[in-house]
Structure formats: structure tokens, C-alpha cells
């Protein structure tokens, strides 16, 4: 029988993840011609965030600023130490190349969220920076920048500003 810190632990990913997926499917049903459906897909997934806020919030999941920087740095640190090097592997193993190039530049993005969460953990004053995403592989770049992505090359003009 599980805890329930455990069954929190477990509901919160569960939330996560349909949250993510009713986006996607969100996205698809707009492209398909379905706006309303869209609606509905994007309502439900904010209804799985607010619940998977009040379960990570309950299983005491949200520390201080530090804390929190400090966590990020482990989890980004494992994903790209432990998690999907292997991950990579398999997929090169099997001959998916596609799946070796997604888990390719998740982990060389989390690289990169590691190193800013340092950063940010180091000077937590420095609070006026703006943050640029690759909305292809998730690279993230501190301040403007004009040149391609490192990871993926894409042009800096797709960038989303944070």
C-alpha cells in the first residue's frame, strides 16, 4: 500500500503529464479545424496544473528561491548524468535516429539549465536578466543573442523571449 506522500508524488506526474498532452492535443485539434475542441482541451489542461499544484504543494515539493535553484540544479544534473545518456544509446542501438536526436538535445539543453540554475544560485541578485528559448530543443540563452542556437542551429529570430 502506498503513502500518501507516495500517492502525491505519483498524481502530481500524472497531472504533469496530462496537462502536456491535452496541450498537445490541444494544438492538433486547432490545426484539424476544431476550435472549440481546442478550448476544451486547453481548459482541461489547466485543470490538471491546478491540480498538480496543490499535490506538489502538499507534499511540501516548493522550498525557498534556494532551495528550489538547488533543486533544479540536481534535477537537470541527473536528466543529463544519468538519464538520457542511456536513453541514447538505446535509440542509436535500435537505429532510431530520430529519438537519438530528441534525447540528444534534451540533454544538451539540460546541460545548459543546470549551469544557468548555478549561476542564478550564485548571484540570486542579478534578477533583471531576460532568457531567450529555442523552441526546438530547449536551449535557453541568458540576454539577446544573434547567433544560432548551439545545439540545434536555429535562428536566434525564433526564440521565445522570457
Same mark, same amino acid.
Given at each position: 500500500?502506498?503513502?500518501?506522500?507516495?500517492?502525491?508524488?505519483?498524481?502530481?506526474?500524472? =497531472?504533469?503529464?496530462?496537462?502536456?498532452?491535452?496541450?498537445?492535443?490541444? %494544438?492538433?485539434?486547432?490545426?484539424?479545424?476544431?476550435?472549440?475542441?481546442?478550448?476544451?482541451?486547453?481548459?482541461?489542461? &489547466?485543470? %490538471?496544473?491546478?491540480?498538480?499544484?496543490? %499535490?506538489?504543494?502538499?507534499?511540501?515539493?516548493?522550498?525557498?528561491?534556494?532551495?528550489?535553484?538547488?533543486?533544479?540544479?540536481?534535477?537537470?544534473?541527473? =536528466?543529463?548524468? =544519468?538519464?538520457?545518456?542511456?536513453?541514447?544509446?538505446?535509440?542509436?542501438? =535500435?537505429?532510431?535516429?530520430?529519438?537519438?536526436?530528441?534525447?540528444?538535445? &534534451?540533454? %544538451?539543453?539540460?546541460?545548459?539549465?543546470?549551469?544557468?540554475?548555478?549561476?542564478?544560485?550564485?548571484?540570486?541578485?542579478?534578477?533583471?536578466?531576460?532568457?531567450?528559448?529555442?523552441?526546438?530543443?530547449?536551449?535557453?540563452?541568458?540576454?539577446?543573442?544573434?547567433?544560432?542556437?548551439?545545439?540545434?542551429?536555429?535562428?536566434?529570430?525564433?526564440?521565445?523571449?522570457?
Amino acid at each position: 500500500m502506498s503513502t500518501t506522500q507516495e500517492n502525491f508524488a505519483t498524481a502530481f506526474a500524472g =497531472e504533469s503529464q496530462a496537462n502536456r498532452k491535452y496541450l498537445m492535443f490541444a %494544438e492538433q485539434a486547432e490545426k484539424d479545424g476544431f476550435a472549440g475542441v481546442a478550448k476544451l482541451f486547453r481548459a482541461t489542461a &489547466a485543470a %490538471e496544473t491546478i491540480h498538480a499544484f496543490a %499535490e506538489f504543494r502538499a507534499k511540501g515539493g516548493v522550498g525557498t528561491t534556494a532551495d528550489n535553484l538547488q533543486a533544479g540544479i540536481d534535477g537537470e544534473t541527473y =536528466e543529463f548524468s =544519468e538519464m538520457y545518456p542511456p536513453m541514447i544509446e538505446q535509440a542509436k542501438a =535500435e537505429g532510431n535516429t530520430e529519438a537519438a536526436r530528441i534525447f540528444h538535445y &534534451a540533454n %544538451e539543453a539540460e546541460k545548459v539549465h543546470a549551469k544557468l540554475y548555478k549561476e542564478a544560485l550564485s548571484d540570486m541578485s542579478n534578477t533583471d536578466a531576460d532568457y531567450y528559448l529555442c523552441p526546438i530543443c530547449g536551449f535557453i540563452h541568458k540576454g539577446e543573442t544573434s547567433s544560432p542556437c548551439p545545439i540545434c542551429g536555429a535562428k536566434p529570430s525564433i526564440f521565445k523571449k522570457f
